[in-house]
């Protein structure tokens, strides 16, 4: 049968280029392209592409999707069958749904009340004030100042203790705003400075029965109120007391310095955390010991005196040493460890080394020797040390001699371990590459900035008692304190890093929030040697300046103001002082004070007075924020310290059921604080 070609009824064609192109469909009406189907090719990436051969004609590529589904044919192209591509249709009809825009009835505004009214007024005001108050003119010209303005009225609840953590950092950098406060020009604000007193309460301002949020200190009456009457500096620059609410567990209320100073760690900072310790494990799983090495970040956090070895820019001062080498050169895979600690005396130069001890790895002591001030001593510090001026006036050895013994027995094969050991290395005047510290093995229930000492954790961990005086003997026993220091790294070394570490990749301190800000934020700790041991440490981000007396800590607080720390947290003990009375007489005693409470209003003036020193002492565009302590009655006290004694030991007398009960209703008194903000524009 012969082929007859089907008659092409309608054709296309240019005459230029005599290019004929025909349609599957000649009866169909040409119609234009559709802007949402111009869309729907270019998203499904179906395009007609154009090529030109050597004689100049343009040929068009079959690829392109005619809107019946149809392709188009070239001449001489054999016709394929039709195929509906049905995604490609439901991508056109949501598109042409997308494209008609609904039209929303508009929403009629809300009928505010009165009352709404004239609070919205009152807000616009305020902060057109505060505005006004923020521009001040000196000779003609106009200068921006920092305005703190206290909104008491928006406390509908006692304020957490998290709260002030936030306000620091609202002050210092830029977080959220608090519903409670607001700053004007926060750009300006450059110091705040966090005072704990533990001692003060709220029932010092007036209050008895019923606890407001907030009190207001100029309704408070002289006559009444014990805290207005003794504290006139400190009632007079600020307008409300706020209550804090502190966090309890089961019958004991938590101290609020650990959640103002701690944050929680973000998760990706968590995650970056934990990668990187699990890499320093893995580097180290042959040598545990190694692990627990500090690094020479590490070393420079915790202030400890850094060694040419491991920074060539560093230069010793005059009379320090470093540990060398071994002298046959050869470095151990698994070093020796080498437990010290020192005893020292005060100086009119400040403390020295009085007591040297090594103990080894076996236990065995390497060296005990007493060493002989240069200075003249003012203070054996023997209920601390253990030292008398009989032992020091037969002792021989001098610091240079010590520094040669220990330089014998300590070369870079050995790791040497103490409790809070940059201490021991300041007074031996003398720094090593290798060291571990036991203080940073192990956290403080509270968590960082507080730190463990030496006697808690040998009870708690080894089950033993140390330090303890005796008819026969006074203070501390070196030989005692390093095989204790000893035993703790042995039992660090025979668990888990993870052991008796509390939250380690959870939490941070303020002062670690405050460094990573751009710009970063200095910090400090200012604590006055109320015992021999040291409650907060140096942290990542801060300094840490331990002072012999409150006198100093008012001197050194304002002097780092002064020099640009922009962070500073100290602790007073002037109310909760036993010997106040003794130590400090006022010049004027008020005399509408009852002889018993006379004590207390010596307290409460000598608090005042420093926290009128510390705040004279500050620079303009400051914060000074003083916390008190929970508001315990002599009742509380009572029963609990009764409840603590008769948990530490089973001898005791435990409360009854009636007693737990009543301590426990005692609480929601015993959990309020109070706080005060101070602004020095």
């Not at 090719?41 to 154009?50: M, P, W």
């Not at 008609?100 to 616009?124: D, F, G, H, N, Y």
């Not at 502190?246 to 995650?271: E, F, M, W």
């Not at 031996?428 to 060291?435: I, N, Q, R, T």
């Amino acid at each position: 049968m012969k082929f007859t070609p089907k008659e092409v009824k309608q054709v296309l064609h240019d005459a230029t280029k005599k290019v004929h192109i025909s349609f599957d469909d000649p009866d169909a009406e040409k119609a234009p392209l559709k802007k949402t189907e111009k869309t729907v090719l270019k998203k499904t990436g179906n395009k007609a592409v154009k090529k030109t051969d050597k004689e100049g004609v343009k040929k068009v590529v079959k690829h392109a999707v005619k809107e019946k589904g149809s392709l188009i044919q070239l001449p001489g192209q054999a016709s394929e069958p039709k195929k509906h591509n049905n995604a490609t249709q439901t991508k056109k009809i949501v598109k042409d749904k997308k494209s008609k825009k609904v039209k929303q009835p508009r929403q009629m505004k809300k009928v505010l009340t009165a009352e709404e009214i004239k609070e919205k007024v009152a807000k616009r005001r305020l902060k057109l004030k505060l505005k006004k108050k923020s521009k001040q003119a000196v000779e003609g010209t106009v200068i921006k100042k920092a305005v703190f303005q206290m909104n008491t009225d928006a406390l509908d609840h006692f304020l957490p203790v998290t709260d002030l953590r936030e306000f620091i950092l609202y002050s210092l950098s830029q977080t959220t705003n608090l519903p409670w406060c607001s700053i004007v020009n926060r750009s300006l604000i450059q110091h705040v400075m966090l005072m704990y007193a533990p001692g003060l309460t709220v029932y010092e301002f007036g209050v008895k029965d019923t606890i407001p949020f907030a009190i207001d200190l100029k309704e408070l009456s002289s006559d009444d109120c014990i805290g207005k009457l003794c504290m006139p500096f400190l009632t007079s620059h600020t307008k409300h007391m706020l209550i804090t609410q502190l966090s309890h567990y089961k019958l004991n209320v938590t101290n609020p310095v650990a959640q103002i100073l701690q944050c929680p760690i973000p998760h990706l900072r968590r995650d970056y955390l934990i990668k990187q310790n699990i890499t320093k494990m893995n580097r180290h799983q042959h040598q545990m010991r190694d692990y627990y090495i500090l690094s020479l970040d590490e070393l420079r956090r915790s202030d400890y005196p850094i060694p040419p070895t491991l920074d060539p820019t560093v230069k010793l001062q005059d009379g320090w040493k470093e540990t060398h080498p071994p002298l046959d050169g050869v470095m151990k895979e698994k070093k020796d460890i080498v437990a010290v600690d020192c005893e020292m005396v005060k100086t009119v130069k400040g403390t020295a080394l009085a007591r040297i001890t090594l103990v080894s790895e076996d236990g065995e002591v390497l060296l005990d020797e007493l060493v002989k001030p240069e200075d003249e001593v003012v203070d054996y510090l023997t209920r601390y040390s253990g030292i008398t001026p009989y032992m020091l006036d037969h002792a021989t050895c001098s610091l240079r001699r010590a520094q040669k013994h220990v330089r014998k027995i300590v070369d870079h094969n050995v790791i040497l371990v103490g409790h809070g050991l940059e201490n021991d290395l300041k007074a031996l005047k003398l720094v090593h590459p290798y060291c571990a510290d036991t203080s940073l093995m192990y956290d403080h229930y509270r968590g960082p900035p507080y730190k463990c000492s030496l006697k808690y954790l040998t009870k708690a961990f080894l089950n033993r008692t140390i330090q303890v005086s005796h008819d026969d003997s006074m203070g501390h026993d070196s030989i005692e304190d390093a095989k204790a220091t000893l035993e703790l790294f042995k039992l660090k070394l025979a668990n888990k890093p993870s052991f008796g570490r509390h939250n380690l990749f959870d939490t941070e301190t303020v002062f670690d929030r405050l460094s990573k800000f751009k710009p970063s934020r200095s910090s400090a700790i200012i604590e006055p040697a109320q015992s021999y041991h040291a409650a907060f440490g140096s942290v990542v981000g801060n300094d840490y300046f331990r002072v012999p007396d409150e006198e100093t800590m008012v001197t050194t607080a304002t002097k780092k103001a002064q020099s640009g720390t922009h962070f500073l947290f100290t602790r007073s003990s002037a109310v909760v002082s036993k010997q106040a009375e003794e130590e400090f007489i006022p010049v004027v005693l008020p005399n509408r004070m009852h002889s018993e409470h006379r004590e207390r209003a010596n307290q409460l003036i000598k608090l005042d007075e420093q926290i009128k020193s510390l705040y004279e002492g500050l620079p303009h565009n400051s914060f000074m924020i003083i916390q008190g302590g929970a508001s315990e009655t002599p009742e509380y006290r009572s029963l609990h310290h009764r409840h603590i004694n008769s948990n530490k030991n089973p001898s005791e007398v435990p409360l009854t059921k009636e007693e737990k009960d009543q301590l426990f209703k005692m609480l929601p008194k015993v959990d309020k604080s109070p706080t005060f903000l101070l602004f020095k524009d």
